[in-house]
């Protein structure tokens, strides 16, 4: 199912666009974590007063991430499905994931903070990737999972680390075959 134009993509786009030179230069230092608090201190406040403030958060945190992993250059499937399972990322593939869980990382994005719905979602993606360390969630709310997650918020974000820890899971797995991010 394709998603909808929404606001905040639209909002977080065009304030990409509008810093492009800064945010160039900021990547030939690899410095991703201040394009992303940048981006949260310029752009979150009004995001989160959009209708569906989580469903919104969710669509920021998506393409923020989208542009940080294409600007680092790390390979990964977006918004693919498997075994009936929706993945909104797959790290660096699903051929990997089906050839050798211990070197994918499925990063889940939900659009609500709905407890219940996030602990499910995390039941679905333990089928299609056993190891639990590697599903991470990017929450607008710390929710207690038992795996790793990021929280998308204005200030002390620990989202903003997010592209290092991709990265260093990316070298480590030796999935960056031209170790083009530098971490």
């Not at 160039?24 to 752009?43: G, V």
């Not at 995001?47 to 923020?64: P, R």
């Not at 989202?159 to 971490?183: A, C, E, M, P, T």
């Amino acid at each position: 199912m394709k998603e909808k134009n929404h606001l905040a993509k639209d909002y977080l786009f065009s304030y990409i666009k509008n810093s492009e030179k800064r945010f160039q230069d900021l990547l030939s230092q690899t410095k991703f974590d201040k394009i992303i608090n940048e981006i949260l201190e310029n752009c979150y406040d009004k995001v989160s007063l959009m209708e569906n403030k989580e469903e919104s958060l969710g669509v920021f945190a998506t393409g923020i991430l989208h542009y940080m992993l294409t600007s680092a250059m790390i390979t990964s499937q977006r918004k693919i499905e498997h075994k009936n399972i929706k993945i909104d990322i797959a790290i660096p593939d699903l051929k990997t994931l089906e050839n050798d869980p211990k070197k994918t990382l499925i990063i889940c994005i939900p659009k609500t903070i709905e407890k219940n719905y996030i602990k499910k979602k995390l039941t679905q993606l333990q089928q299609v990737q056993p190891e639990k360390q590697n599903i991470w969630f990017v929450l607008t709310h710390d929710v207690k999972l038992g795996c790793k997650t990021y929280v998308i918020k204005r200030e002390n974000s620990t989202f903003s680390k997010i592209i290092y820890d991709i990265g260093n899971f990316v070298n480590l797995q030796g999935s960056n075959k031209l170790k083009i991010l530098r971490v």
